[in-house]
């Protein structure tokens, strides 16, 4: 796990994941509970909100949301969660 507050960067996450097996799968947390597959990445430019709740993320794409300087990140892109098929 990584610190609190700590911001990971490509080379620290390509460091962890050769840890790994090619084969095995990405995923990250679902809306509320659960997980999602990871299907795509992409760069992304960002603002760190000045305010925000707990529940909030620390940034945002709106450059209204703006308190500092606006930095360029990789976004993990999920997939969308499939629901049960109704019988």
């Known amino acids: 796990m990584g610190k609190r507050g700590k911001k990971m960067t ?3 996450l390509i460091e962890k994941l050769k840890l790994y097996p090619d084969n095995l799968p990405v995923v990250a947390s679902g809306y509320e509970n659960g997980y999602n597959p990871i299907v795509n990445v992409k760069e992304i430019t960002l ?20 308190a500092d300087p606006k930095i360029d990140a990789l976004y993990f892109v999920t997939g969308k969660t499939e629901l049960p098929k109704q019988a």
């Not at 603002?47 to 703006?66: F, I, L, T, V």
């Open 47 to 66: 603002y760190k909100r000045c305010c925000h709740s707990w529940y909030e993320g620390m940034y945002d794409d709106d450059p209204e949301q703006k």
């Open 10 to 12: 490509i080379k620290e």
